[in-house]
């Protein structure tokens, strides 16, 4: 897709990724960015610093872990602004834990942001892409949508959600004109472990050693370069790749490595 000239719609737009792929969107010719988030001191800030390069922005803070909230910002973007052209599901929340170690609220959080979160919003969005024929959708995830490793559950689970989610929508929207894009990656600098501490303590060793550190620059870039190819799976860095490869031919090997090389629970 042509960005050039586009609405793009961003959630967890407020800090880390999504600001950055905001400021990347509008750098490659998006003519507004529509940046949603709970925070709305950072949507400012990040409003902010987009209008001072030149760019157009529309900030809707909003609880995206509530249904009705969502909703309704999401009617109120139609109104005002329309249906976006390209709708990037970008936010989510969670610490890793153990399962026994996160509590049923936590749990619930997590499915909330990102998955119900994305499902609520672009439902919202659909039919107007659909009778458009025009859209592209993206839903920004990690390597714990096809990898495992011990002290993650209702994290990994949730990346499984966003997974299906988006290979669901490929099928369902075959031949309408919207595209579908799914993001893995490993870990990001981000503010993502500031927010969630102690777990960034549990990336497995072997990951750490073979996988490089993305800054929030490259994820940005390479969601942008997804867009324009259509692409329907990103998948950085190039190691990464892979690891998918030998997962894919030897997967009781790698699920053994992150198994043996992540985070084992604490005994008394």
Not at 13 to 35: E, F, H, N, P, R
Not at 40 to 66: F, H, Q, W
Not at 81 to 103: C, H, M, Y
Not at 155 to 175: K, N, V
Request: charged share 20%; net charge positive.
């Amino acid at each position: 897709m042509n960005i050039t000239n586009k609405t793009v719609l961003i959630t967890g737009a407020s800090s880390g990724i999504g600001s950055a792929i905001a400021k990347a969107m509008v750098q490659a010719g998006a003519t507004q960015v529509l940046l949603l988030a709970y925070d709305e001191e950072g949507l400012k800030k990040v409003a902010t610093e987009i209008e001072m390069r030149g760019g157009k922005t529309c900030i809707y803070p909003v609880d995206l872990s509530n249904s009705d909230a969502v909703a309704q910002t999401a009617q109120r973007i139609l109104n005002e602004v329309g249906v976006p052209d390209i709708l990037i599901n970008n936010a989510g929340r969670g610490q890793w834990k153990f399962l026994e170690d996160t509590s049923a609220e936590e749990i619930e959080q997590m499915m909330a942001v990102p998955y119900f979160a994305a499902a609520w919003l672009t439902r919202v969005f659909l039919p107007g892409m659909l009778k458009r024929g025009d859209g592209h959708i993206v839903n920004i995830s990690s390597v714990a949508s096809r990898l495992t490793w011990p002290g993650a559950t209702a994290y990994i689970a949730q990346c499984r959600a966003m997974r299906g989610f988006s290979d669901a929508l490929q099928s369902d929207l075959h031949g309408t004109g919207i595209n579908v894009t799914h993001y893995e990656s490993g870990p990001i600098d981000s503010p993502y472990w500031q927010h969630n501490p102690g777990s960034r303590e549990r990336v497995p060793k072997i990951a750490s050693m073979l996988v490089p550190v993305l800054t929030q620059e490259q994820v940005a870039k390479a969601i942008v370069e997804g867009v324009r190819r259509k692409k329907q799976l990103i998948v950085i860095p190039s190691m990464m790749k892979l690891v998918y490869v030998l997962h894919f031919f030897f997967p009781s090997l790698v699920r053994w490595l992150m198994r043996t090389t992540g985070y084992h629970r604490k005994h008394n």
